[in-house]
C-alpha cells in the first residue's frame, strides 16, 4: 500500500518541484506550446528510457512541421495570392489567411440590420413564444382573445429593442471608422503616399513619424536615430509610461533609409503565426543569400506610440485582428446578470404551471361537456365536435387567456429601466473628472443592477491605482531625514509652503518640496555629503537628455530615474548631456564633464546600478545605488551612519515610499586597471557572459560607503484608500493583478491599504507548502471524512487576518499548468501505452489539476487581500475565471491598458479606466470613467440602486400579473371551463401596457431607500445585494401566493356581491358586463395603490403616476364603452354603455372600495409588524436618518493602519524593467554623432590591454 501510495506521488512530481521559480521572471508566453518548454533531457537518461527511444528511433514517424509558418514578403502584393495561402471560409470559397488592417466590431449593415435582429430576437424563449400565441389566435376555433391583444406589445418589444440594438451598433460604427480611417504613410510606387489604416496589407512597407500611433505589428527597418534605435511608449498595452527601445537589423540600418533602398527591399520574412505572445517572436529575414534572425527587441506592436524617433520605417508582418494586441482581447463573452438567468428559470417554470394549469382547466372543460351539454342545449353553437376534441380546443384558448402570467411588457420594461439606469450613470457629475473632460459611460445596458451584487474585484495597478508618477518626497543624508516642512533654520512649521527655487535657472517646477532647510544647506555648499549625495542622483543613471523648444527635456528608462534626477536637477545637480564616454552637469551653477569609464547596469538579480567615472580632478569614483538589502551586505565595515539610516529606511517605509540607498568608493588607478582588464575579458566572453560580467561586477562593489537614502512616492490616484476601505467594509474582497515586480507591488498594497500591518504576509511557497501538506493529507486518508481525522485540516499558514502574495511563477507551479505537465514526462518510464492507460492518465492528470486549482482557490479567498504580481494578460483571465468557476462569485474587473482586455472581458463586469494609457480597455470595458475612486459610487449607490429597483419592480411585476390572470382561473369554475375571458379584451390589451405601466417603471428607475451620502457612508447597505436576498426564489413564491390571494379577493367579493343585489333602479346589476367593469376597477386601482406602498422615495412625478393611470383607466373605459365608438367598430367595441351603466350604482362603488381595503389593509399591517419586529438595516438607517446625517458632516478621523513600534521594512527598489540601456550609452549606440567633446576615449586608450584586444 505505501509502496503504490509513493509511487503514486513520484509520479506526480516534476522537476519544477525541486526547484524554486523565480519571483521576478515573467512566466511563460501565454501561446507557447509543450515543446517549446520543454527543457533538455537530464544528463544521466535512464536506461529503459534509452532502450525505448532507440526502438522508436527505429520506426518511421511523421516529419515534424516547422512552427514558422507565417511568411512575409516584401513590397509584392502577388506573392499573397499563391494558393496555398488560401483558405475555406464557406464551401468553395476562399479566402486570404492574411487579416487586412481594418477593424469590424459592429453586428449589422443596412442589408443585415432587419433579418438577423429579428433572428436573434427570436431566439429568446419569450419573443419566439408570444409570436406561437400571435399564430395561435389567429385561428377561429380556438381563439379566445383579439389578435391585437398580443401584436401590438409584441411589435412595442421588438421595435424598442431593435431601436436600442441599432443606437448600439452605430456606435460601434463609428469608433471602427475613426479607427480605419486614421492617416499613415504607405511606400507605393517607389514614394510614400497618404493613405488610411484599412487600406495597409500585410508586405507593406510604412513611415511613421514622432508621436504616430503604431497602426500594425512591423518589422523596425530603420530610423533617423543612431543605429536605427526607436522608442516607443507601450502605456496602450501596459499602462506604463517609460519608453522602451527598439532597434533594427544593422543590415536593414544601412541599406534601407531612402526611399530608393525600401523600394528594392524585396526580403522573404518567415516567423510564427499569429499569437497573443506580446514578449516573443521567432523568425528569420531572407535577403539576397544571407539570413538573419528577427526577435521581440526588433518588432513595433499596434497599440504602441513612436516617441522621441523623427522618422522611422516598418514592414507590416501582422494587420488587423491577426495583431497581438487584437489577439490579447480575449473573447468576448455573452454576460447575463444573475437576475436575468433567475427570471428565465422562472419564466420557464411558469410555462409548465401554465401549460399544467391549461391542461386541467381543459380536462375541467372536456367533462363539462360530457356531463352539462345535453343539459345546457341552449348553448349549442352548431358544431358537433366530441367532448374531448372541445376540451383540446379549450387547451389552446387556455394558453392564450393566461399568457399575461408571462407577460411580454416584462421584458420591454426590463430593458426601459436598465437604459434609464444607463443614463443616470452618465449623467452623474460627481463621477466626472473635469482635468481631463471625462464622464462615466455605460456602455452596456444589461448590468446594473450585477452592480450592486459584486463579491469581487480585480485591479490593475499601473494606471489604475496609481498615476504611474514618481515623487521624490524625501531623503537621509548621513543619518538626517529631510522632507518635513520645516523653515530655513531647521524648525518644523504648521503652513506648508512650496520651496523658492527661482534660483536655479535649471528648474522645471516638477518638484514640490516643503524642507526650506534642505535647500539653505544646498545652497551653502557647506556639507560635503549633501553635495556628494545629489551629484550622486545626477550621474549616476541611464537617462537620456535633448533639448526641445530650448527647454531641458529628460527621457528616462523608468519612472523612478526620472524623479531622482529630476529632484537633483530643481537642487542645483543639473545633468545636462552625455557623450558615449562621458556625462556632463551642473553643479550649482558649475559646468563640469566627468568621464565614463563604465557603467554596471541594472537587472533584477542585481537591484542595483553603479557607474565609475574620472572626475574633471582626475580622481576615480564608483557611484552606486540600489535595493537597501543589497547595499547593506556590500558596505564597508567603517560606514557611518548604518544604523541612523537603517533607522530612516524604517520611518519611509511606515510611509509606503520606495527607497533606494545611495553608496560610493574612492578607487585607485592601479585598482581599477586590474579590474578594467577583467571586465573587457568579460564582455567578450563567449561562455555565459551575463554570469561572467556579474562576477566582475561583485568585485569592484565592495566596502562601500553609505552616503544616505531616497525616499519617492509612487503617486497613487486621488481617493484610492478610502475607496478601498470602503468597499472592504461592503464585503467586497479586492485582488490586484499586476505585471510589476513583487517589491513595488507588495508597497503599493500597503500605499493603498490594501495591506495592512496587522495582517500576516503568505508568499508563493507558502501556499504551495499548504498545498502540497492538504493534498499529502487527502492521499492518506482517502475514504475518511475530516470529522473523523481533524488533522486533515490543519493548516500551515498563521492565524489572524492573513494577505497572499504570488508571482505568476508560482502561480503556474501551484496551478499545474502545461509547462509542468510536458515535464512530469520527462520523469517517467518511457513504454508503448494503450489508448485506455493514455486516456485514464490523462483524466488523473485533469482530476489532479482541477483540485489543486480548487484548494488554491479556497486558501486565497480566505484571505483579506491578495496581490498576484508579475503576471500575464492570460494568468489575470485566468485567476479571475478560477474565481467565478469555483466560487460562483460575482466578479468586476478594471483596468486600463490592452493587457488588462482578457481580464475584463472574463470578468462579470469590466471597468475600464478612461486615462493616458489609450482607449483598449475602455473599448472593451461594459463601464468606463476616470478615477479608480469612481467604483465606489459606481457599486455602492448606482449598483445598489439599480439592484433594489430591479428586484422591487421584478417582484411587484409578477405580483400584478398574477392577480390580473388568475381571476380567470377562478371565473372558469363558473363559465363550464370554457375559456371565457373576465374581462373584455382591450381591458386586457391596455393593462400592463397603459393602467399599471408608469408608476411601476417609474419605482423601478427612481426609487431609493436612502440617499446617495447614505449609501456611502453606511458600506454594510452593500450586502442584501450579494446574498440575492431582495430578489430569489422564495421572493417569487410569496409574490405568487400575495397575487393568488388578490386575485381570489378580486373575483369573489364581487361575485358575492353580485349574486343577490338590486340597484337603486331595481334592476339586478348582476349582468356579465357589470362584473367586469367592477373586478377590473377594483383590480386597477389596488394595483396601482400596491405599487405606492412599495415606493420608498416619493416625488411629484411618482404621485402623479399612480393617480394618473387610476385617472386614465376610467377616462379610457368610458371612452370605449361609448355608443359612438360602438357604432365606427361594433365587432372590436361591444361593451356599449357598460361602464356608464355600472358605475352609476353606490353599491358597485362600496363594493370597489371593499375589495381594495380587503386587498391592501393586510398588507398594510403586515409590513407595520415586520418594521417594528424585525427591521431591514435600511430601515433602521431611515428611522435614524438625521443621526446618520449628522455623522457624515462631521466625519471621523480615519485611524492609522500603521501600528507603532512596529518595524516592517519593505526593500522596495525601482528600475527599468527592461536591461540594457547602459549597453546602449557606453557602446554609442543610442548617442547622435555630433562634435566628440575633448576627453572621448581615454579610458578606452588609458587601459587597453598592451596586446591590443578591446
Given at each position: 500500500m505505501d509502496n503504490h501510495r509513493n509511487t503514486q506521488r513520484d509520479s506526480e512530481l516534476s522537476i519544477d518541484e525541486y526547484s524554486t521559480p523565480n519571483d521576478d521572471d515573467v512566466p511563460y508566453s501565454d501561446d507557447e506550446t509543450d515543446d517549446e518548454l520543454e527543457s533538455p533531457l537530464p544528463h544521466t537518461e535512464p536506461d529503459q528510457n534509452r532502450i525505448n527511444r532507440e526502438a522508436e528511433d527505429g520506426q518511421e514517424t511523421p516529419k515534424k512541421k516547422s512552427d514558422l509558418t507565417w511568411e512575409v514578403k516584401a513590397n509584392d502584393k502577388h506573392f499573397y495570392e499563391d494558393p496555398r495561402f488560401q483558405k475555406k471560409k464557406f464551401f468553395c470559397i476562399k479566402s486570404s489567411k492574411y487579416a487586412d488592417n481594418s477593424i469590424k466590431t459592429s453586428k449589422y449593415n443596412v442589408i443585415t440590420f432587419l433579418p438577423r435582429n429579428l433572428i436573434e430576437q427570436f431566439q429568446r424563449a419569450a419573443n419566439f413564444y408570444f409570436l406561437v400565441l400571435l399564430i395561435l389566435q389567429c385561428i377561429p376555433q380556438i381563439t379566445t382573445l383579439s389578435w391585437y391583444t398580443t401584436l401590438v406589445p409584441l411589435l412595442l418589444v421588438l421595435g424598442i429593442t431593435a431601436i436600442k440594438d441599432l443606437a448600439d451598433d452605430i456606435t460601434r460604427h463609428t469608433s471602427d471608422n475613426e479607427i480605419n480611417n486614421r492617416k499613415c504613410e504607405i511606400l507605393q510606387d517607389g514614394r510614400f503616399k497618404q493613405s488610411k489604416w484599412k487600406h495597409i496589407n500585410v508586405g507593406d512597407v510604412i513611415r511613421l513619424k514622432k508621436d504616430d500611433d503604431i497602426p500594425a505589428d512591423l518589422l523596425l527597418l530603420s530610423s533617423t536615430e543612431p543605429n536605427s534605435l526607436c522608442y516607443v511608449e507601450t502605456a496602450a498595452l501596459d499602462g506604463e509610461t517609460n519608453l522602451k527601445f527598439k532597434m533594427s537589423l544593422d543590415v536593414t540600418h544601412k541599406n534601407l533609409q531612402h526611399e530608393e533602398g525600401l523600394e528594392r527591399f524585396d526580403a522573404?520574412?518567415?516567423?510564427?503565426?499569429?499569437?497573443?505572445?506580446?514578449?516573443k517572436l521567432t523568425g528569420t529575414m531572407y535577403w539576397g543569400s544571407a539570413s538573419y534572425a528577427v526577435d521581440m527587441d526588433k518588432v513595433l506592436l499596434r497599440g504602441c506610440t513612436v516617441r522621441n524617433t523623427d522618422v522611422c520605417h516598418g514592414l507590416v508582418i501582422y494587420a488587423g485582428t491577426d495583431t497581438k494586441i487584437m489577439r490579447n482581447g480575449g473573447k468576448t463573452r455573452f454576460k447575463r446578470t444573475k437576475i436575468d438567468v433567475l427570471m428565465n428559470y422562472l419564466v420557464y417554470m411558469i410555462f409548465v404551471v401554465l401549460i399544467l394549469v391549461s391542461s386541467g382547466l381543459a380536462i375541467g372543460n372536456a367533462f363539462w361537456e360530457q356531463q352539462m351539454r345535453n343539459i345546457s342545449w341552449y348553448l349549442y353553437d352548431g358544431q358537433d365536435w366530441s367532448p374531448n376534441y372541445r376540451g383540446f380546443l379549450t387547451f389552446w384558448g387556455y394558453i392564450i387567456i393566461l399568457n399575461t402570467m408571462v407577460p411580454i411588457s416584462l421584458y420591454v420594461s426590463v430593458e426601459v429601466i436598465r437604459l434609464g439606469q444607463s443614463y443616470f450613470i452618465n449623467w452623474d457629475m460627481l463621477m466626472y473628472y473635469d482635468k481631463n473632460?471625462?464622464?462615466?459611460?455605460?456602455?452596456?445596458?444589461?448590468?446594473?443592477?450585477?452592480?450592486?451584487?459584486?463579491?469581487?474585484?480585480?485591479?490593475?495597478?499601473?494606471?489604475?491605482?496609481?498615476?504611474?508618477?514618481?515623487?521624490?518626497?524625501?531623503?537621509?543624508?548621513?543619518?538626517?531625514?529631510?522632507?518635513?516642512?520645516?523653515n530655513s533654520s531647521g524648525k518644523e512649521v504648521d503652513k506648508i509652503e512650496a520651496a523658492d527655487l527661482s534660483w536655479n535657472q535649471y528648474a522645471d517646477n516638477k518638484l514640490a518640496f516643503h524642507d526650506h532647510y534642505l535647500i539653505n544647506c544646498v545652497k551653502s555648499e557647506k556639507d560635503p555629503d549633501i553635495k556628494e549625495f545629489f551629484k550622486l542622483l545626477a550621474l549616476c543613471h541611464t537617462v537620456m537628455a535633448e533639448q526641445k523648444d530650448g527647454e531641458l527635456v529628460y527621457q528616462a528608462a523608468s519612472p523612478d530615474e526620472e524623479a531622482l534626477v529630476t529632484a537633483a536637477r530643481n537642487l542645483g545637480y543639473v545633468f545636462l548631456k552625455r557623450t558615449q564616454n562621458s556625462i556632463t552637469?551642473?553643479?550649482?551653477?558649475?559646468?563640469?564633464?566627468?568621464?565614463?569609464l563604465a557603467m554596471l547596469d541594472f537587472n533584477s538579480d542585481r537591484k542595483r546600478m553603479s557607474v565609475i567615472l574620472r572626475d574633471p580632478d582626475g580622481n576615480l569614483k564608483l557611484y552606486c545605488k540600489g535595493a537597501d538589502t543589497i547595499i547593506y551586505a556590500r558596505l564597508h565595515e567603517a560606514s557611518k551612519s548604518k544604523d541612523v539610516t537603517q533607522k530612516s529606511l524604517d520611518v519611509f517605509a511606515a510611509e509606503t515610499l520606495r527607497t533606494l540607498c545611495l553608496c560610493y568608493k574612492d578607487l585607485g588607478e592601479q585598482q581599477f586597471s586590474k579590474w578594467f582588464q577583467k571586465y573587457q575579458d568579460a564582455s567578450v566572453s563567449t561562455v555565459d557572459r551575463d554570469a561572467a560580467l556579474s562576477t566582475v561586477y561583485e568585485e569592484i562593489e565592495t566596502d562601500l560607503l553609505l552616503l544616505g537614502a531616497t525616499a519617492i512616492e509612487d503617486k497613487l490616484q486621488d481617493g484610492v484608500p478610502e475607496t478601498i476601505s470602503k468597499l472592504a467594509e461592503a464585503n467586497i474582497k479586492i485582488w490586484v493583478l499586476t505585471g510589476d515586480k513583487k517589491e513595488t507591488a507588495e508597497n503599493i498594497g500597503f500605499s493603498c491599504q490594501l495591506l495592512t500591518e496587522d495582517m500576516s504576509l503568505c508568499y508563493g511557497e507558502d501556499i504551495n507548502q499548504e498545498l502540497q501538506v492538504k493534498q499529502e493529507n487527502r492521499r492518506n486518508h482517502i475514504g475518511v471524512s475530516a470529522q473523523a481525522n481533524p488533522n486533515m485540516n490543519q493548516s500551515t499558514l498563521p492565524e489572524g487576518k492573513r494577505a497572499l502574495i504570488i508571482t505568476g511563477t508560482w502561480l503556474n507551479e501551484i496551478l499545474y499548468e502545461k509547462k509542468k505537465k510536458k515535464k512530469k514526462k520527462l520523469l517517467k518510464i518511457r513504454r508503448h501505452k494503450t489508448k485506455e492507460e493514455l486516456d485514464e492518465e490523462k483524466r488523473k492528470e485533469e482530476a489532479l489539476k482541477e483540485q489543486r486549482q480548487k484548494d488554491f482557490v479556497d486558501l486565497a479567498c480566505e484571505c483579506s487581500a491578495v496581490v498576484c504580481c508579475r503576471v500575464t494578460p492570460k494568468q489575470k483571465a485566468m485567476v479571475v475565471s478560477l474565481v467565478k468557476k469555483y466560487k460562483k462569485a460575482?466578479?468586476?474587473?478594471?483596468?486600463?491598458?490592452?493587457?488588462?482586455?482578457?481580464m475584463i472581458k472574463t470578468a462579470d463586469i469590466g471597468v475600464g479606466i478612461s486615462g493616458q494609457e489609450g482607449m483598449q480597455a475602455v473599448m472593451s470595458s461594459d463601464y468606463s470613467f476616470a478615477q479608480f475612486r469612481f467604483l465606489q459610487r459606481l457599486l455602492l449607490v448606482h449598483g445598489r440602486w439599480s439592484y433594489i429597483r430591479m428586484c422591487k419592480f421584478l417582484q411587484y411585476f409578477f405580483y400584478k400579473n398574477f392577480s390580473f390572470t388568475l381571476v380567470h382561473f377562478w371565473y372558469s369554475f363558473f363559465n363550464g371551463f370554457s375559456a371565457q375571458t373576465v374581462y373584455e379584451s382591450w381591458f386586457i390589451t391596455l393593462y400592463n401596457v397603459l393602467y399599471t405601466s408608469l408608476p411601476v417603471l417609474l419605482v423601478g428607475l427612481l426609487d431609493q431607500d436612502v440617499s446617495d451620502k447614505l449609501s456611502l457612508h453606511v458600506p454594510k447597505l452593500y450586502l442584501p445585494g450579494q446574498k440575492d436576498k431582495l430578489f430569489n426564489y422564495v421572493r417569487f413564491f410569496e409574490s405568487l401566493i400575495h397575487g393568488i390571494l388578490t386575485s381570489l379577493v378580486i373575483f369573489f367579493v364581487p361575485y358575492g356581491a353580485f349574486l343577490q343585489t338590486m340597484g337603486q333602479d331595481g334592476e339586478a346589476p348582476s349582468d356579465y358586463q357589470s362584473f367586469a367593469v367592477t373586478a377590473a376597477s377594483a383590480l386597477v386601482i389596488t394595483a396601482n395603490f400596491q405599487i405606492a406602498l412599495d415606493t420608498s422615495y416619493w416625488t411629484f412625478v411618482n404621485a402623479f403616476s399612480v393617480l394618473g393611470s387610476i385617472a386614465l383607466y376610467f377616462g379610457v373605459m368610458f371612452d370605449i364603452h361609448s355608443a359612438g365608438i360602438h357604432v365606427i367598430f361594433p365587432s372590436q367595441f361591444y361593451f356599449t354603455g357598460a361602464a356608464p351603466n355600472a358605475l352609476r350604482q353606490p353599491y358597485l362603488w362600496l363594493t370597489i372600495i371593499l375589495t381594495v381595503g380587503m386587498c391592501l389593509l393586510p398588507v398594510i399591517a403586515v409590513r407595520f409588524f415586520l418594521k417594528t419586529v424585525a427591521p431591514t438595516e435600511s430601515e433602521k438607517i431611515q428611522k435614524n436618518r438625521k443621526q446618520y446625517e449628522k455623522e457624515i458632516k462631521t466625519p471621523k478621523p480615519r485611524p492609522s493602519v500603521l501600528r507603532r513600534g512596529v518595524s516592517q521594512r519593505r526593500s522596495t527598489y525601482a528600475f527599468s524593467h527592461q536591461p540594457g540601456y547602459a549597453d546602449l550609452i557606453t557602446t554609442g549606440r543610442s548617442i547622435r554623432r555630433k562634435t566628440a567633446p575633448r576627453r572621448v576615449g581615454i579610458a578606452a586608450a588609458e587601459f587597453a590591454p598592451s596586446d591590443g584586444r578591446q
Open positions: 522573404l520574412l518567415v516567423c510564427e503565426e499569429p499569437n497573443n505572445r506580446l514578449d473632460d471625462t464622464a462615466a459611460n455605460a456602455r452596456t445596458t444589461t448590468l446594473n443592477e450585477q452592480l450592486g451584487q459584486i463579491q469581487y474585484i480585480f485591479s490593475d495597478k499601473t494606471g489604475t491605482l496609481t498615476q504611474n508618477i514618481m515623487v521624490f518626497k524625501k531623503c537621509a543624508i548621513n543619518g538626517q531625514i529631510y522632507g518635513e516642512a520645516r552637469i551642473s553643479e550649482m551653477g558649475a559646468i563640469r564633464t566627468y568621464e565614463t460575482v466578479t468586476l474587473s478594471i483596468g486600463d491598458g490592452a493587457n488588462d482586455v482578457n
